[in-house]
């Protein structure tokens, strides 16, 4: 069964470091999200992405943070300086577009999670 | 988006029937009620959704009101590794960017 993958598993870096968390989405799917669960919180969402720009966004994705699609299989979140507060576990999400009528996007494929330490 | 209201933990013995509601009684025409669950910090996954008719699938079944202010997700057979946080989110996906607000779910405990 397709999956998204999400690299590295665990990292731990530094305050003030730049951080890329690197995911590939499911190949046919053309919607792109990140969230983020810090330990013990509920899963928040970040942004959303389609058709190479950004769909949506929350307040916590400040300029600290950018999204990126390099290539035809990579989506990439970089912190450009880290915070202590960044540490989380960071889920990278795909969907299709299978209903056009609906735009229904509700039904998201999400990875087994990048968790960032900041130290 | 509507808001949702869940229990906050339940348990339930392996091989019975697992019943999880949920209420949403702001719910809207044309949102749905999509149900996921997260095990043990794993990534969110999938389980399934619905309008207003009654849906299955090979994970659950999903039975709404006919008011559709409420609704309840059932695992017919439970077994220990549908021990999980489960989220019942409603959202309007013609309008909606893949944004899903996850609460603080219920927390379902399988028992052997």
């Known amino acids: 069964e397709p999956e998204v993958t999400q690299t590295p598993s665990h990292q731990v870096t530094q305050m003030g470091q730049e951080v890329i968390l690197r995911c590939v989405p499911i190949?046919?799917?053309?919607?792109f999200y990140w969230y983020r669960q810090i330990l013990g919180q509920k899963v928040e969402f970040l942004v959303s992405f389609y058709n190479n720009e950004i769909s949506e966004k929350s307040e916590i994705f400040d300029d600290q943070f950018s999204v990126e699609r390099p290539d035809g299989s990579n989506f990439t979140l970089k912190i450009r300086s880290t915070k202590l507060e960044d540490s989380a576990m960071y889920f990278c999400?795909?969907?299709?577009?299978?209903?056009?009528?609906?735009?229904?996007?509700?039904?998201?494929?999400f990875g087994e999670g990048s968790r960032l330490t900041v130290l | 988006d509507a808001k949702t209201t869940q229990p906050t933990s339940m348990d339930c013995a392996e091989g019975r029937a697992a019943n999880l509601p949920c209420n949403h009684s702001?719910?809207?025409?044309?949102?749905?009620v999509y149900w996921y669950r997260q095990i043990h910090s794993q990534g969110p996954q999938y389980i399934i959704h619905g309008l207003k008719n009654n849906e299955t699938n090979e994970m659950a079944s999903l039975i709404i009101t006919e008011d559709r202010k409420s609704s309840t997700l059932i695992l017919p057979h439970a077994t220990l590794r549908d021990t999980a946080v489960y989220y019942c989110i409603v959202l309007k996906p013609s309008s909606n960017t893949g944004k899903l607000i996850f609460g603080q779910g219920t927390t379902l405990q399988v028992k052997p």
């Open positions: 999400a795909s969907s299709d577009d299978r209903d056009r009528v609906l735009r229904d996007t509700g039904e998201l494929f």
């Open positions: 190949s046919n799917h053309l919607y």
């Open positions: 702001t719910i809207s025409g044309n949102e749905y």
